[in-house]
Structure formats: C-alpha cells, structure tokens
C-alpha cells in the first residue's frame, strides 16, 4: 500500500495561509480514503496511516479553529453510510418454505392441500431437487437482465446485479419470446467438484477454505468487488417467478419449461406425481442419487402443479400452502463428550451444551452440541466422558441424541444440573411444569444483559453491523452499553464518559467511524422490527408483524397493552382477536409493557435518538376490503372457511375470531349461530357468501 507522508512542519509552525490550503488538501484526501474504505471496500492506505491523516487535521484545527471548514473530516464522524450493498425491496416477497421431515409430514401436506381446495383427488405436484445454496432473484425487462437481488428478509434484499452478471450461467439476455417484466427466481450455487478446486486454491494462497459449496456460493455471491466473484465457479438454477407481467403457463411444469426456453439450466431430475406414492418414490429416488449429482441437496420440493390452484392456496406468513420441502435425514456421527457448559439466554433460561471432541457430519466439523434442557440428560442419562451419538440437520444446530452405553468408561456419574446461575450466581429455579430452569438474576445478571442486547442489535432486529458478541460483551464490562439506549448514545460517550474506542487496542478511527455510522443508519426502525427487538417473550418475528400490522403505531400498540390491563375491556378484545395471538402470548404482552423497566428502555430509546416509524403495510392491490376486519361465521359452500379467510387476508382485510364492534363485515354462510344476531345487534354489515363472493370478486 502507498502511504501518505505528513508535511512535517509542526501546526504551530503554521501560517494561516499553509494551514488553509493543508486543511482543504487533508478534507479532500481523507475524503477519497472514506470512499475507497466504505464504497469499495478496497482501502489503499493502512489504518494506521490514515489516523494520522485525521490526527493532523485535528491538530492544525485545534491551532487554528476559526480555519475548520464545513466538509472537515473531523465534523463528518459517523455520516458515511455503511458499507456494503444497496437494499432493493422486492415487489412481490420472496418466500421461503415449510419443512416435512417424516412421510407422513409429506402426505399430510398433500392432503391438506385437497381439503383446502375441495378437491376430491389429491392435486398433481411436481417434485424437484432442493438445492442447498443461495436464492437469488433476477428482474428482466424486455428481456434484459436489470437487477439482481439476494433473499434478505424476504422483503427486502441486497442489490448483488453487478456480481451476477459474472455467472455464466446467468442469461443476460432471454431468448425465446418473455414477458415484458420477468423476475426468475431460483438458486446460485456450486457445482461440487468446482467447490473443491475452489478450495484447494484458497489453501495453496494460505486462505481459509469454505466449509460447504452453499458457503462459498453465498461468501463469493456477497462480495463487494464483482471481480473476485467473477473468479469463483458460481452457477444458477431458475425454479420459481416473482413479478410478471404476462403468465408464463397454466402449470408449474410448463413455466419451468418457458425458463429453461429463456435460456435457464433448471434443478433436474423434476418429475410430475400424481399421487402420495409417486411423490415418495421421488423422495426415495433422489436420496439415492443425491451422492451422484454434481450439486449439493438437503431434500426435495413438492409443488402444487396447477397455477391457479397456486395462487388459490396463498401463503401463510412466510412459506406458500402450495409448496413444501422435504427434508432428507439429518447425518450421524459418532464422538466423545468432553464437558457439558451452561449458556444462559436472555430470558435467563439455562442451556446445556455439549462440548465436543471435533468431529466430521456431513462435511461439517462439529465441536459443540445442543443437549435441549435438564430432563433431556436426565433421561438419556449424558454423562461426560461418555460416547455420544450426535447428529445435524441442515443448518439446524447440531444435537445429542443418544449415548452409546457399552462405550461408557467406568467410574462415571450421573451429570448433576446446576442450580445456581453459573455466570451471576442467583438461584435458577424450574417452575412447577415447565422444563426450563432459570436464572433469578435479572437485572443484574450479565449474561441475560448481554443476550438481550445481542438479540437486540441482531439481523432481523435492529441489525446492526459491527456489535458482535465481543465486543458487546466488552462494552458491558466497562459499563460503556448497559442497556439499548446506550448503543445509539457511544458517540457522544465516547472520550467524555469513557475512553476513546479509536485508542483501542486493535481499533482505528475508521474502524470507529464504521461503527458508529451503522448504528446512524439504524436510529429510524420500523414498528415490526422494534417490537421483535424488545425481546418479549414468546413474541418472534411473526408475532411481531402482526401487532405492528394491527396497532400501527408504537404509541397506539402501548396504549392498547394499557388498555388491555382489564379484563373483559374492549382492548383486550381487540388484542384477542388478531389471529395468532392467543392468551398466554397476550399474558406476556400486557406484563412486558406495563414493567415500569422496559417502559423506561423505550422512553431512553426514544430520548436518544431513535425514531419508531409507524407500519407502513405492503401494498396490496387497492381493494374494497383492504384494512377492513372481517369475521366468517356458518358453513360456506364454494370455498372453504381456509380458503376464504387467506383470500380475505391477501386483499389486505383483517380476519377476526369473533364479532365486536370494529367488525366492518360478517359473512354468513349455512347453518349460522349467535354471530349473526350479534352482528345485527351492533349494526354490523353482514353479507350472504355471494354478496362476499362478489365484493372481492370485484378487484
Ligand atoms: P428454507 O431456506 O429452508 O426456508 O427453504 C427455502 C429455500 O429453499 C428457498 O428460499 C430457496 O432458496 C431454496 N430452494 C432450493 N431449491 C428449491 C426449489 N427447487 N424450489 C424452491 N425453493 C428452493
């Protein structure tokens, strides 16, 4: 790397002339270095060198301050944006999917589908390969590819097209006669034997090798120079579309023929079934293929054939109805259990974790493993030193299931659970019924504090970059970050509370800056994200969603949890309604936010800076019932209560259990009950299943 050399004239030395023209030369210097750094991710300078750029400039300022200039680098700390890629929002989500790990699981899903659709034989599905590497959605129009963009969140990707257009592979341009605005969904991925030459030279440079092709598909995918990805052997599969606009085929099998005619390579062996035994003959072919193919798999996909029995079936949060995966059998090995550790999460549970001695499964070396809880070691009587059976499921983490008893060495004893809190010494209790114990600690103890603000600045939370769990860790030690508010207030205590982060061992003032401008770019959240990010029991990501969906405010969603309080009141009725909430999660709602604790971490959260945005709902095409709350009561005939009720949820209405007085309609179908004359009573709006049929009919 060139580095730069300093004009040695001491700043006092200057006259304010010199020191005029170093400070514009300076600003725009370190300027170019933060785009190289941030933009690029390609630095020409050493950290080091760079500091002393900034520490100069800091000096012939502080000599001549009425000489800062508005562009000063040291007035710019933390505005860079954050490295890396652009977000592009996807038009339509991209999904992920249901899992069947059983043959039951498999069948039941095809069973399901028939009850939901009425059909009277079981739907045709295609079944095709699972390909274990990274989904990749790709927007075309008039043919030509204009955007490439990663899974993310599922709503919201990374813009990755430049690298994409490095797969040879990837047709730039389609052939044939598509639609004006296509998006081919499908996987990037590794051929097998690519991957190995792959890492046989990163060995041969002294790099690290991959662990898996899915690894290094998504490791080269998300790389910010699209020159090193062009150098890696990536590959693309089309199985699946978002936006269109033109319909490609009546059936799943034909689309994927019209990709493969765009110029596509499709996950091949695909096979039409028409029954339950066809798809597991498939599922079982493929197992015995699966070391021969020249990709990795982790199972197959059964998909509902008929395209408009697809788009019948919707999705429900985040797998479409019409598809599932089914899994193949997680990998077995065999080794010795070395200790057994307790983690302590941020709801204080107690976790038992095996530590092992390294093994291989599937490819993957294993060290640590899951052993669930108390009663798990309890029954199948884990004891360290003991031979142990472990096994792992695609990216599930890896768990003990058994001890092998001949291999048991003698004199061991029985694993005694601990009964105190190994990290802050509170009592752990285990409540009457449940199987977790927990530390007492609470407040005080460090290891849920820290949990909870790992959760908190975790990917789909507040995702913040650059607070990993040591540094966290750190931070809570020096009593630097205590709680969320203290991440959005480092740059102000930094240097006046306490030490400069930029003096730290390992650390450099670009290193700070980078720090500090991902917390920047996430001081405006939204309502979903924050609620997951509180951490309230039972409360994911899902749950999240539909309380941010239905309160759409954060101070609408606390004033109903108040509300709620009651028993009987009409908050709590309107908590209860929103499907997927049912007592015990409300139970934990109302608790978290009436504790005067965490009311007080959302007051400093807002006090420091953080803006909660309101829901912005995804827009769904304009539709007489969207926002309005619908409630089905009696039997209908041409659809199911399932179907009716996705149906309505898709056009943006909200489906209620039971009539109040925020019910806007009530479908009444056959055979009616108490519903209908509630609803009369209230002066609710009740429609006939064809007065309904007809109203979303109309959009
Ligand atoms: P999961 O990541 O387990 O939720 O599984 C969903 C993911 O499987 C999708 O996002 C795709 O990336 C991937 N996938 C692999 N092969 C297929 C396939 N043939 N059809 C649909 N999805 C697939």
């Known amino acids: 790397m060139a580095e730069p050399t300093l004009r040695n004239t001491p700043a006092d030395s200057l006259t304010p002339d010199e020191a005029a023209r170093e400070l514009a030369a300076l600003a725009a210097e370190i300027a170019h270095h933060d785009r190289l750094y941030h933009q690029h991710d390609a630095p020409e300078i050493s950290d080091a060198a760079y500091d ?79 390909v274990d ?46 639609p004006g605005v296509i998006e081919v969904r499908g996987e990037v991925y590794m051929d097998r034997t690519e991957f190995l030459d ?21 490791g080269s995918l998300r790389q910010l120079d699209p020159r090193i990805t062009a150098g890696r052997p990536l590959r693309f599969f089309g199985y699946a579309w978002g936006e269109l606009s033109a319909q490609l085929a009546p059936t799943q099998w034909e689309a994927r023929q019209r990709l493969k005619e765009f110029g596509f390579a499709l996950n ?39 395209l408009d029995w697809q788009e019948r079936l919707g999705f429900v949060s985040r797998a479409p109805r019409w598809a599932i995966a089914h899994k193949f059998p997680a990998e077995r090995a065999q080794t010795r259990l070395r200790e057994i550790t307790i983690q302590v999460g941020r709801t204080g549970a107690l976790t038992p974790v095996a530590e092992l001695e390294p093994v291989t499964v599937g490819g993957v070396v294993v060290s640590r493993a899951t052993l669930h809880n108390e009663d798990e070691i309890q029954r199948k009587d884990i004891r360290v030193g003991d031979q142990v059976v472990i096994q792992r499921a695609g990216d599930v983490i890896p768990q003990v299931v058994a001890v092998v008893p001949e291999l048991r060495p003698e004199g061991s004893v029985p694993y005694v659970f601990p009964h105190i809190c190994p990290v802050c010494g509170s009592d752990a209790v285990r ?74 061992e390992g650390w450099g003032a670009r290193s700070v800056e980078k720090l500090f401008a991902s917390i920047e770019a996430r001081r405006r959240i939204g309502l979903d994200r924050f609620v997951f990010a509180l951490g309230i029991p039972q409360i994911g990501q899902a749950t999240a969603r539909l309380l941010a969906r239905h309160y759409l405010s954060l101070d609408r969603l606390m004033d109903g949890m108040e509300g709620a309080r009651t ?30 604790h965490n009311r007080k971490v959302i007051a400093d959260l807002r006090e420091a800076g953080v ?34 009720k996705a149906r309505a949820e898709a056009l943006g209405a909200k489906v209620a259990g039971s009539v109040s007085a925020k019910t806007d309609y009530l479908v009444v179908g056959a055979d009616a009950g108490s519903k209908a004359q509630k609803a009369r009573d209230l002066g609710v709006t009740t429609l006939t299943e064809q007065e309904w049929l007809d109203l979303v009919s109309a959009t």
Not at 577 to 592: C, R, V
Not at 622 to 642: D, H, N, Q, W, Y
């Open 52 to 130: 002393a750029l900034r520490r100069r400039n800091e000096e012939i300022e502080a000599r001549f301050p009425e000489l800062r200039r508005t562009d000063s680098p040291s007035m710019t700390v933390g505005a860079s944006p954050a490295a890396g890629f652009r977000k592009v929002a996807h038009r339509m989500p991209m999904l992920s999917l249901g899992n069947a790990f059983a043959r039951e699981e498999a069948a039941e899903f095809i069973e399901r589908v028939q009850r939901f659709l009425n059909l009277k034989e079981p739907p045709c599905c295609v079944a095709e390969p699972k």
């Open 133 to 178: 590497g990274l989904s990749c959605s790709l927007r075309y129009e008039d043919g030509l590819l204009v955007l490439a963009a990663t899974r993310g969140d599922g709503a919201e990707g990374e813009d990755v097209t430049e690298n994409v257009r490095t797969i040879a592979d990837v047709p730039k341009r389609l052939k044939d006669s598509p």
């Open 198 to 218: 792959l890492n046989r030279r990163q060995q041969e440079r002294g790099e690290r090798p991959f662990a898996n092709p899915r690894n290094a598909a998504a």
């Open 268 to 306: 091949e062996p695909a096979e039409r079934c028409d029954t339950v035994e066809a798809i597991l003959a498939y599922y079982e072919r493929i197992q015995v293929l699966r070391p021969s193919l020249s990709f990795d798999i982790d199972g197959v996909v059964y998909k509902v054939d008929r």
């Open 431 to 504: 409540p009457e019924g449940e199987v977790v114990r927990r530390c007492t600690g609470g407040l005080i103890c460090s290891a849920q504090a820290v949990e909870r603000l790992r959760h908190f600045v975790s990917r789909d939370a507040f995702d913040i970059e650059g607070l990993g769990e040591k540094i966290i860790r750190e931070f809570w030690n020096e009593g630097r970050v205590r709680g969320p508010s203290d991440i959005f207030r480092l740059q102000e205590t930094n240097g006046r509370d306490f030490p400069r982060l930029e003096e730290r």
């Open 567 to 596: 028993i009987g009141s009409e908050a709590m009725g309107e908590l209860l309604s929103i499907g997927g909430i049912g007592q015990s999660m409300a139970d934990d709602l109302i608790a978290f936010f009436h504790e005067e």
């Open 611 to 644: 803006e909660v945005l309101d829901y912005d709902p995804p827009r769904v095409q304009a539709s007489p019932i969207a926002g309005k709350t619908v409630v089905f009561t009696g039997t209908l005939e041409s659809v199911t209560r399932s179907e009716a």
